[in-house]
């Protein structure tokens, strides 16, 4: 079982410019990299403790990619440092995995090519990423292409909307997945898009593709047949359930976000709803930088999984 924390390197993955709503200071795009090295440390020190094992690195403008220099943030870290940091990880016991966010709601880190999303040079430089970030990584065995939230609601106080709809959704999904097998890994998701389409997903993803399903509420009794809303928490929920029976493997998806007693919540409701053979680990997500000033926070994500493993047993 993978027992793993979202850690954010980069955070250039919401807001293209300021506009209409008040927002979260840090969904603004910045130049200049969000990711205190002494927190880093701390936190993945604190998941080592707890008896965690695995690192998703949310990568976006943090790494200073020899193919492609022109995407980084002041102060990001160096292909070197980075492996440096996968064998120093390894050591504690934690396997890293790196994510690029490639859904058209979350690619502000990819610059001028967020504006070419599914041409020519934006595969270019999509396989040249997900390539390199497999050696920097130094062959992990996943991948996590996000995919999530690409719909209008998520998009609009963006200046560019992009939304692939219909067959160039899984096309431009499948050839990220092919790349990443190229390199030797099995490519990972977010899987909220059979929220809103449960026919075409489940009929069109892979099921090579590893899902995670996410959900941050604190309900998960629903009433029977609840759930056939497209923007409920019962839907949400119903997604772990379809995706066990149409036979795919998950690493279900929670977080302290909005409250304290969601992961652990989500551990005892997929225990039960997913067969072990297909249920590969779980993920907590606290969404906030790997800053000093979110220490609390953070901190607190990952207790609350070495909480759960214990219960567990």
């Not at 130049?31 to 701390?42: F, G, H, K, P």
């Not at 994510?99 to 040249?128: G, I, Q, R």
Request: proline share 4%; net charge negative.
């Amino acid at each position: 079982m993978d027992w793993g924390l979202l850690a954010h390197l980069g955070f250039n993955m919401w807001r293209d410019q300021s506009t209409g709503e008040a927002q979260n200071p840090y969904t603004l795009k910045s130049d200049t990299l969000r990711c205190d090295r002494s927190m880093w440390n701390d936190l993945t020190g604190r998941m080592a403790e707890v008896g965690m094992n695995q690192v998703l690195v949310d990568i976006g403008e943090g790494i200073r990619f020899d193919s492609h220099p022109e995407l980084a943030a002041k102060g990001a870290w160096t292909p070197d440092e980075m492996s440096a940091e996968v064998r120093r990880l390894r050591d504690l016991g934690l396997t890293a995995i790196p994510k690029l966010n490639f859904s058209a709601s979350h690619d502000t880190w990819l610059n001028e090519y967020s504006y070419m999303v599914s041409s020519k040079p934006y595969y270019k430089v999509c396989a040249d990423l997900i390539a390199e970030s497999l050696e920097i990584f130094e062959k992990p065995p996943l991948f996590h292409v996000g995919m999530d939230e690409e719909t209008l609601q998520h998009q609009r106080n963006l200046h560019h909307v992009v939304i692939r709809q219909f067959d160039l959704w899984y096309h431009d999904l499948n050839f990220y997945a092919g790349e990443v097998e190229k390199g030797g890994a099995r490519a990972w998701m977010w899987s909220d898009r059979i929220w809103h389409h449960e026919e075409e997903y489940l009929a069109n993803t892979p099921k090579s593709i590893l899902q995670s399903n996410w959900y941050y509420g604190a309900e998960f009794d629903f009433p029977e047949g609840a759930g056939l809303e497209p923007d409920t928490h019962a839907r949400y929920v119903r997604a772990y359930d379809l995706l066990e029976e149409a036979g795919f493997d998950q690493v279900p998806t929670g977080a302290n976000w909005s409250n304290d007693t969601n992961f652990g919540d989500t551990v005892t409701y997929c225990d039960k709803v997913i067969a072990p053979e297909r249920l590969k680990g779980y993920l907590t997500a606290p969404w906030y930088p790997t800053l000093e000033v979110e220490r609390k926070r953070l901190l607190e994500a990952v207790d609350q999984v070495g909480v759960a493993m214990a219960a567990r047993g």
